[in-house]
């Protein structure tokens, strides 16, 4: 199993470096093997386009972070790939599904996504009992004006 951080949504920089720390550091604390790919930002932006405004700008960074992350796993060799976003109750879930599926056709790779949302209270409840930083939004600089 590894892990990816392909994040190039979140804003500022500063708050990607400190989640991309806080994840490199839980990794090591399990022994999983992690990846960053950094995209530039410019990309990302292109992908959500005109659309700023939820759900447009959502789906459109779903379709973009998981065709990253179909390709980081076909680069790798992996039988398949999943994202941490299934277990938020506020994430669109049939819309992260509809991005894995179209991601999975583009290249190969089949996706899993079992329903995680069951355990988000409890994930909580250890990522505060590791200390490990939570943050308060979603990551892009829309949500952080929004305050979601």
Not at 12 to 38: C, M, T
Not at 75 to 85: V, W
Not at 96 to 107: D, K, P
Request: with cysteine; hydrophobic share 35%.
């Amino acid at each position: 199993m590894r892990g990816l951080f392909a994040n190039p949504n979140i804003y500022p920089e500063e708050e990607h470096d400190k989640r991309w720390d806080v994840y490199k550091g839980w990794a090591a604390a399990v022994d999983l093997q992690v990846s960053r790919v950094v995209v530039p930002r410019r990309e990302w932006l292109d992908a959500i386009g005109n659309d700023t405004e939820k759900p447009g700008r959502c789906g459109s960074c779903y379709r973009f972070r998981m065709k990253q992350a179909a390709f980081f796993a076909k680069e790798a060799g992996c039988d398949a790939f999943t994202t941490s976003l299934l277990i938020s109750p506020y994430q669109d879930r049939e819309a992260v599904i509809r991005a894995m599926e179209e991601a999975s056709e583009t290249t190969g790779v089949p996706f899993l996504c079992p329903d995680f949302r069951p355990g988000y209270r409890r994930s909580r409840q250890m990522a505060r009992g590791a200390h490990l930083y939570m943050q308060k939004y979603c990551g892009c600089e829309f949500s952080l004006k929004e305050g979601s």
